[in-house]
């Protein structure tokens, strides 16, 4: 008669129980939604907010010690943020520009 072979050992979790895998920090997530979303919703002061958020996000994941990730997410906030601002700016010097062509063509 044959014997069946012994089931397989659990799986092992090494000496400090299960492994714990780095997780995507939140505040990177926020500032990246921040930053997105303000190309629809008051430009220039959610882009500033998701810059502050991006700047705690990074000194949050960098002391995390590898626990946390998001590092993309916070260099890609901080881009669309600059982006936004620029063009927020650049948008108001040309409205300024024609602004003060039109006054001065219709004094003319």
Known sequence: MSQL???????SYGAGGPVRMPETSSNAVVALVLAIGSFVLCPVVLAVIALVVAGSAQRQIE??????TGTGLV??????????????VLGTVLFFLIAAVAVSSSSH
């Open 63 to 68: 002391a995390s010690g590898g626990w946390q």
């Open 5 to 11: 072979p012994p089931p397989p050992p659990p799986p």
């Open 75 to 88: 260099q890609a906030a901080r881009v669309i943020s600059w982006v936004n601002i620029g063009l927020a």
